[in-house]
């Protein structure tokens, strides 16, 4: 089994930074693409930042030059860090690996349990 744990959201003031990890662990023999999403209330999830194993970023036009997509292979581990944050960037960030669990096995998509991160006017 893999889990994937969130960890970093909370309540900021507009402007302000945060950083999310997203963890994973478990059965793991290799992370492919690792990403963020979010989904506001009302509205649908949506890609925030994404990141292969390697290769070159790519990240939603209303994040770009504002937030930065990490990762740490040897830690199975990306993170986001958010700067000048605005209100509309308040919902539950979501963590989003592709992870083959054995050598040879086809990759599956896993998703984290969500962090709320709250922007204040």
């Known amino acids: 089994q893999v889990q994937l744990v969130e960890s970093g959201g909370g309540l900021v003031q507009a402007g302000g930074s945060l950083r999310l990890s997203c963890a994973a662990s478990?059965?793991?023999?290799?992370?492919?693409?690792m990403g963020w999403y979010r989904q506001a209330p009302g509205k649908e999830r949506e890609l925030v930042a994404v990141?292969?194993?390697?290769?070159?970023?790519n990240y939603a036009d209303f994040v770009k030059g504002r937030f930065t997509i990490s990762r740490d292979n040897a830690k199975n581990t990306v993170y986001l860090q958010m700067n000048s944050l605005k209100p509309e960037d308040t919902a539950v960030y979501y963590c989003?690996?592709?992870?083959?669990?054995?050598?040879?096995?086809?990759?599956?998509?896993?998703w984290g349990q969500g962090t709320q991160v709250t922007v204040s006017s």
């Open positions: 989003n690996a592709h992870i083959s669990p054995l050598a040879g096995w086809s990759a599956n998509i896993y």
């Open positions: 478990g059965s793991i023999f290799s992370i492919y693409f």
């Open positions: 990141i292969p194993k390697g290769g070159s970023t």
